[in-house]
């Protein structure tokens, strides 16, 4: 497929936010072409040519911590405390879940982040399987991590995914990772450190969720969970931490000296009552921020303009600093900051070679108008009502509120109430 999107507006994201009044063309999976139509080579026969009206062109979001397909407790297990929320709602609910319902749920998860200009997910969940094949099956691109833990999964089985899904598709990728350290007893953290070490590889898990989280830790090992994982090797490859609300110095210092990532979650934090994490300190220290819905469970809305707006109005009101964190901070984070973290090292840009996953963005709204600033617009006033086109792969999976996957969206969400009915 050659596809030429002309007459735009494009934010490559590749030095600077400088705009670009031109095209980008599309040849297969990459991008071929990103620039003015002055400098513009001579170009091919194109299979579809779209005239953009002005309209805008990013990168895609990298949705950066997901659990897709917790798309069933979607509304179910709300206004309860973390523990409760997870202990008593969460884990017997997905027990009762077959790979056939994961695999239909972690549809119904994609369909929503296209409809939000995501463009690659990080998800961890049970059932690699099921979680593959409904991204291959979709066209969507998305990196799993290793959701280990005391009650699912071995280290014999994380090493076999990890050599599995590193080959499985070229939309696949895996990372090791364990669900937290509450739930992972030294001997599997141990096995996981190892693994990192053998194959030196980053690690991500959840991190410092909440106060309570923290003080267990302590209490059971004098150290805080970064510095616990950290005296075991875990992160002598890098890795990341999901949500990372409740951080001291000598956490942040190593996050810093291990160049890892901080993935932040701030709906979830919020409705869960977790608490607000420090990301301007974060940002200050140079440490690498990506943005991640969480689940739908906990969330419920798997939208990153929400997202984007949380992470610096939440940031203002903790520092009680209006020009904490800005807008381009913020923006960087949603998309190269997440690919980042994900490993999608040919997917921060729009540089000619880079994969054709993007974003259009419809700036004839109330909302993106007048264009003062588009960067800014987007963080804080946009909303999913402004994407007119995402593409994964440099396929167009999601145009003027259609899906193209080759599938009936409504089968999908008749599948999905039936499959809630069938367990409640």
């Known amino acids: 497929m050659k596809l030429r999107l002309y007459n735009a507006k494009i934010l490559p994201l590749s030095e600077n936010f400088h705009t670009i009044q031109g095209e980008l063309w599309v040849i297969e999976e990459q991008i071929s072409y990103c620039g003015t139509m002055e400098d513009a080579p001579k170009p091919p026969d194109f299979d579809r040519e779209i005239d953009l009206n002005g309209n805008l062109i990013l990168p895609g979001f990298k949705n950066a911590h997901t659990h897709s397909a917790m798309t069933f407790l979607r509304s179910y297990a709300d206004d309860l405390p973390l523990s409760d929320w997870l202990h008593k709602q969460v884990f017997p609910m997905e027990a009762k879940l077959t790979d056939e319902d994961i695999y239909t749920l972690s549809k119904l998860g994609i369909l929503e982040y296209l409809t939000s200009g995501i463009t690659a997910n990080f998800d961890m969940y049970v059932n690699s399987d099921a979680i593959a094949q409904a991204s291959v099956d979709l066209g969507f691109r998305t990196v799993i991590v290793s959701g280990l833990n005391n009650f699912v999964h071995s280290l014999k089985g994380l090493e076999e995914c990890y050599h599995k899904y590193n080959h499985f598709h070229p939309l696949i990728s895996y990372q090791l990772g364990f669900h937290a350290e509450y739930t992972t007893n030294e001997d599997l953290l141990r096995g996981v450190a190892a693994l990192a070490h053998k194959y030196q590889a980053p690690v991500f898990t959840h991190n410092s969720e909440t106060q309570a989280e923290v003080a267990d830790c302590k209490s059971r090992t004098g150290m805080t969970p970064t510095a616990y994982l950290n005296s075991l090797g875990m992160f002598d490859y890098g890795g990341g931490g999901y949500h990372c609300v409740y951080f001291d110095e000598n956490d942040i210092d190593i996050f810093k000296e291990k160049n890892m990532s901080v993935i932040t979650n701030p709906a979830s934090n919020l409705k869960l009552a977790s608490g607000i994490a420090p990301i301007k300190r974060y940002l200050d220290e140079g440490l690498n921020l990506a943005i991640g819905t969480d689940g739908p469970a906990s ?126």
């Open 299 to 424: 969330n419920n809305c798997l939208d990153m303009f929400r997202e984007m707006f949380l992470v610096t109005g939440l940031a203002k009101v903790r520092e009680m600093d209006a020009s904490a964190v800005d807008a381009s901070q913020v923006l960087l984070a949603a998309t190269k900051g997440g690919a980042k973290a994900m490993g999608l090292s040919n997917s921060m840009d729009l540089s000619p070679g880079s994969y054709a996953d993007l974003v259009v963005i419809n700036l004839h709204k109330p909302n993106m108008q007048p264009e003062n600033n588009l960067v800014k617009n987007l963080v804080y006033s946009g909303s999913k009502d402004n994407v007119l086109l995402t593409m994964v792969n440099g396929k167009i999976l999601y145009e003027n509120g259609e899906f193209f996957l080759g599938e009936d969206v409504n089968e999908i969400y008749e599948k999905c109430n039936k499959i809630i009915a069938r367990i409640r």
